[in-house]
C-alpha cells in the first residue's frame, strides 16, 4: 500500500471514531427484503447468474503441483475437474465425456497421463483434446476435432487458481480491479497451502457470509475473542465494483496482528507486507463468496457456498509462508480440523439461530446501518449481476449506493479535513 493511502486510511479512521452521524450525502438504504435469505425463487437466480458468471477461487496449485495431476472440484454444484497439463498451465474441463457424458474422474484428486472415460474408455489430453477411442473402426466420419472436452475459463492470482462459466466475463485481473494492485505485497505466488477443511453449516449462505463483512456485531458476539483487538468505531469500509469489499481496523498496539494464535511457535513472516496490515485487521471480501484477513502470517480465506436455501458449506484455507519442519499455520481449525476455532464457532452456531428466526412470519426484512454498508454493497451488485428485470418486484432492492462511493472516489476524506479544520 502507497504511503498516500497509508496516510488516507489513518485520517478516515479517525473521522469515523468521531463522526456523530453517517458521513453527509451518505444513502440511507431501504430494507433488504427477507425473501432474498429464504425464497426458493431468488436461491434459483443466484445459482443461475451469480454463480455462472463469477470468479470463483477453486483450488490452490499444491492440491496440483505436477504435470498430469487432476482435482475434482464441485462446490458450484457443476462437475469440473482441474487439470495441471504438461507444458504447466492449469486448465478446467467439464468432467463429462462427449461420448455418452459419463465422468472422467470419479475419484477427488489424482495423477493420470490421460483422461480416460471408465464407461468406454474414450481417451484424452491433459488440454482437452481427444486422443483415442475404442473400437475406432465402428465408427465413420467420426471428427475427433469436434469432441473435445468442454473447457471452462481457469486463471491464475499467484499460486490461487479460479475458474468462471462464463466466456464474457472480464478477465480476474480485471475482476478484481485495484484490489489485485493491494494484494501484491502478500506474495500470493509465494503462498503454500497449509490447511484446507470444509464445513456443512444449517443457514443460507449469505447469513453465515454476511456476519464476516461488518463488525457491528463484534462487541455482542466476539466480547473475548475479537472486541479486545478490534477497534470497531475506527473501522473504515471501502467499496470496489464488481461488489468487492475491503475494511480496515486498527488494533491495540500492544496485541499481535492476528487474530487468533496459529500455533504454539512464531509462524514465518511475509517480509513485503506494510504497515496496515501488520497493525490492522485488513479483511478483503471478493464477491461472490470470498471473505479474507490478510497479515504477515497468511492468507486465510473463508468461502461460503450454497448447498440449498437453509444450508451452505463453508471452507476455511489457511495459506502461508513455508513454514519448513515447523507445525503447520492454521487460521481457522483447532488439531487439524476436529473443531473451527472460537471466533468462527460463534459466527457459525448464531448464524443457525439467524436462520430459524429470519423464516419465521416475523421476519419481513433488514434495516441496514452505516457500518453494515458493504452488505448493502453485496446486494446492489448481486442484482445487477443476475439482472432487475429477473428478479420478482418482491425481491429486488433499489440501487442507492452510486458510483461517487466507489473506489478511488472517497468522500469522507474531505469531510474528515473539513472536520479537522473546524476542530483547529
Not at 477427488?108 to 489430453?125: A, F, I, K, M, P
Not at 471473505?291 to 457456498?305: D, G, K, N, R
Amino acid at each position: 500500500m502507497k504511503p498516500h493511502e497509508i496516510r488516507a486510511l489513518r485520517e478516515l479512521m479517525e473521522y469515523e471514531a468521531t463522526r456523530t452521524a453517517p458521513p453527509e450525502g451518505f444513502p440511507i438504504f431501504p430494507d433488504l427484503l427477507g425473501g432474498r435469505y429464504t425464497s426458493q425463487a431468488f436461491y434459483d437466480l443466484e445459482i443461475e447468474h451469480i454463480w455462472k458468471k463469477s470468479w470463483l477461487f477453486a483450488a490452490h496449485i499444491d492440491q496440483l503441483p505436477e504435470p498430469g495431476c487432476f482435482k475434482l472440484w464441485e462446490s458450484a454444484a457443476q462437475p469440473v475437474v482441474l487439470v495441471h497439463a504438461r507444458a504447466g498451465e492449469i486448465n478446467a474441463f467439464y468432467n463429462t465425456c462427449s461420448h455418452r457424458g459419463a465422468p472422467l474422474v470419479t475419484v477427488d484428486s489424482g495423477q493420470r497421463e490421460r483422461l480416460v472415460c471408465r464407461y468406454h474408455g474414450w481417451t484424452y489430453n491433459h488440454d482437452g483434446e481427444l486422443l483415442a477411442v475404442r473400437d475406432p473402426e465402428d465408427y465413420r466420419g467420426l471428427d475427433f476435432s469436434c469432441r473435445s472436452l468442454v473447457k471452462i475459463r481457469c486463471e491464475r492470482f499467484g499460486n490461487l487458481i479460479f475458474v468462471n462459466f462464463d466466456d464474457a466475463a472480464p478477465t480476474l485481473t480485471d475482476w478484481l480491479g485495484p484490489i489485485a494492485d493491494e494484494w501484491r505485497e502478500f506474495e500470493f505466488e509465494n503462498c503454500r497451502l497449509a490447511c484446507h477443511h470444509i464445513w456443512d453449516l444449517n443457514c443460507n449462505w449469505k447469513i453465515a457470509m454476511e456476519a464476516n463483512t461488518e463488525v457491528y456485531h463484534v462487541r455482542s458476539i466476539h466480547p473475548h475473542t475479537v472486541a479486545p483487538i478490534l477497534d470497531d468505531r475506527r473501522n473504515v469500509n471501502t467499496f470496489y465494483r464488481e461488489g468487492h469489499g475491503r475494511m480496515v481496523a486498527p488494533r491495540p498496539q500492544d496485541k499481535d496482528s492476528a487474530l487468533v494464535s496459529y500455533t504454539d511457535t512464531t509462524p514465518n513472516e511475509i517480509s513485503t507486507v506494510g504497515e496496515i496490515a501488520r497493525t490492522c485487521t485488513q479483511s478483503y471480501g471478493i464477491f461472490p463468496n470470498w471473505v479474507s484477513p490478510l497479515s504477515q502470517y497468511a492468507i486465510p480465506p473463508l468461502l461460503f457456498w450454497p448447498n440449498g436455501v437453509n444450508k451452505c458449506r463453508l471452507e476455511t484455507w489457511t495459506l502461508a509462508p513455508d513454514w519448513g519442519s515447523g507445525e503447520r499455520p492454521d487460521m481457522w481449525t483447532e488439531n487439524n480440523g476436529e473443531r473451527l476455532r472460537q471466533v468462527l464457532i460463534e459466527d457459525t452456531e448464531f448464524g443457525e439461530w439467524i436462520q430459524k428466526s429470519v423464516e419465521s412470519h416475523g421476519f419481513k426484512g433488514v434495516p441496514l446501518s452505516y457500518q453494515e454498508a458493504r452488505i448493502y454493497h453485496w446486494h446492489q451488485s448481486a442484482d445487477r449481476l443476475i439482472g432487475t428485470e429477473n428478479i420478482p418486484p418482491e425481491l429486488r432492492i433499489t440501487p442507492v449506493l452510486g458510483e461517487e462511493w466507489m473506489h478511488p472516489n472517497e468522500p469522507r476524506l474531505a469531510l474528515a479535513r473539513a472536520q479537522r479544520r473546524k476542530a483547529a
